[in-house]
């Protein structure tokens, strides 16, 4: 992407305990990423608050949020963590994104109708229009690559629709101001202020699955906690739930392929390729041919070996919130300094005087 700075830029919501499907298909990516460029993560907490909050537990879930990135190895002074309300930036360039995003794209987002369920119509106009606010969230740093799961593919679709209308519509304005960059468009050059983000999909666990139902993702909102990893959970709860993980009477199969229409053999599958940092592949050829009696027992102990000294760290962070609240704050500040070099640009760009 010609011009642009390379920045990372993800998020997470603070709503309840993070999972190790947060960790396997986020957390664990953005550790990753730290070595190969800047990063920026947030806990977005103004996402948060489209649906009820209550205050204490909002708070509380930001601190612990921020102990999971800290305790699985994001460095906040490499690289930036901070709360997302902190930066009054984020809601400004939102604001612009609703008045350039178009109806007909957000009335195709599958997530609204997810979350809002049958009674749409008593939904707040934040849930609708919060695809906007992502792409904010990412635009506001002009963000080059964000690492998302399967199912946030279509918010970066968005965003990127977004970019492309305001540059467009901009054009003329942002090559006389001298504020664009060059970037490839397909065969064409051209001169654009936001970059066109890639999302960062992948890795064998991109999309970890209930414990108790392989079709369903696994959350942090699932009625049951034994259909999870909890990032909080001790080592004999970890090892009790990969247990008592739901299978299938087969034995593993030799490869990749007999996994189909098996989800619960390819969720466990899965996971213990994305803690080993190794191939479904690569665990078939260990233990293709096994019995679970005999592979759920490795994949306990690998998962307690993981997760058990990360919860450790977080339950370490979070006992002291003055320390996790510094971290937000230096971040925070650090944050704001670059977005309101964005904000002070896409306003001379737009024409908004201040």
């Known amino acids: 992407m010609t011009g642009f700075h ?30 190969e460029m800047d990063c920026i993560y947030c806990v977005v907490d103004l996402h948060a608050i489209t649906l009820p909050q209550d205050p204490a537990d909002l708070i509380a879930s930001t601190r612990a949020v921020t102990a999971a990135f800290l305790a699985s190895g994001i460095d906040p002074k490499a690289h930036i963590v901070f709360n997302q309300s902190r930066v009054p930036q984020h809601a400004e360039l939102g604001w612009v994104f609703n008045c350039i995003a178009r109806l007909g794209w957000l009335n195709r987002m599958t997530q609204f109708k997810d979350k809002a369920g049958k009674n749409a ?3 707040s106009v934040g849930l609708y229009a919060y695809p906007n606010l992502m792409a904010a969230d990412m635009m506001v740093y002009r963000a080059t690559h964000v690492p998302v799961g399967e199912d946030q593919k279509q918010h970066i679709e968005l965003t ?19 504020l664009g960059h060059e970037m490839r468009v397909g065969d064409e050059t051209v001169n654009a202020f936001f970059p066109l983000i890639e999302p960062v999909i992948g890795g064998p666990a991109a999309r970890v699955m209930s414990l108790r139902d392989g079709t369903k993702k696994m959350s942090k909102s699932d009625p049951s906690d034994m259909s999870r990893i909890n990032l909080t959970d001790d080592a004999d709860t970890i090892a009790k739930k990969v247990r008592k ?6 034995p593993l199969p030799e490869t990749v392929d007999g996994l189909k229409d098996r989800p619960e053999a390819d969720n466990l599958v899965g996971i213990y390729a994305a803690l ?39 339950r370490r962070i979070t006992a002291d919130p003055a320390y996790v609240d510094g971290v937000l704050k230096d971040g925070g500040e650090r944050a704001g300094a670059i977005a309101e070099e964005t904000m002070k640009a896409v306003k001379q760009i737009v024409g908004l005087l201040g």
């Open 276 to 314: 080993a940092d190794v191939t479904k592949d690569a665990v078939l050829a260990e233990f293709g041919g096994a019995q679970f009696s005999a592979f759920k027992p490795a994949l306990a102990d690998l998962a307690v070996q993981k997760i058990e000294p990360i919860s450790a760290e977080m």
């Open 245 to 250: 993980a739901v299978s299938d009477p087969l």
């Open 121 to 123: 119509e008593a939904a």
């Open 6 to 35: 390379q920045r990372v830029f993800s998020g997470v919501q603070p709503t309840g305990n993070l999972t190790l499907g947060n960790y396997l298909g986020a957390i664990k990516r953005f550790v990753a990423m730290q070595a």
């Open 160 to 178: 990127r629709d977004i970019a492309q209308k305001f540059n467009n519509d901009y054009s003329t304005r942002i090559a006389a101001l001298g």
